[in-house]
Nanobody
Framework: QGQLVESGGGSVQPGGSLTLTCVGSGYTGTMGWYRQAPGKEREAVAKIYSRTGNTVVVDSVKGRFDISRNNAENTLYLHMHILKPEDTARYYC???????????????WGQGTQVTVSS
């Protein structure tokens, strides 16, 4: 597998939107997005099953965030809407995630991209 490389982070005002992108070739299993804010533990955000395309989004962002994947382009997306200051964090994509996904049970990780929500 190749590296996982995230992009698309930046600064946005509350209520705004961002789409994060993660590119990585050779990953066929479940992939996910996580985030970590300063002084806080890493938090699972969303995951997507490769074969079915089924998704799971955690309650804290449900209705605002969505995950998608383009297998042909080896790209994972996190679509974020109605962003809040509490969404400020470094966002990471991960691959080959197991059953304990919410505890960070993934084999491969990117370096992350920073999202800052502030007025």
């Amino acid at each position: 597998q190749g590296q996982l490389v995230e992009s698309g982070g930046g600064s946005v005002q509350p209520g705004g939107s961002l789409t994060l992108t993660c590119v990585g070739s050779g990953y066929t299993g479940t992939m996910g997005w996580y985030r970590q804010a300063p002084g806080k533990e890493r938090e699972a955000v969303a995951k997507i099953y490769s074969r079915t395309g089924n998704t799971v989004v955690v309650d804290s962002v449900k209705g605002r965030f969505d995950i998608s994947r383009n297998n042909a382009e080896n790209t994972l997306y996190l679509h974020m809407h109605i962003l809040k200051p509490e969404d400020t964090a470094r966002y990471y994509c991960a691959a080959d995630c197991g059953s304990r996904w919410e505890q960070g049970d993934c084999r491969f990780w990117g370096q992350g991209t920073q999202v800052t929500v502030s007025s």
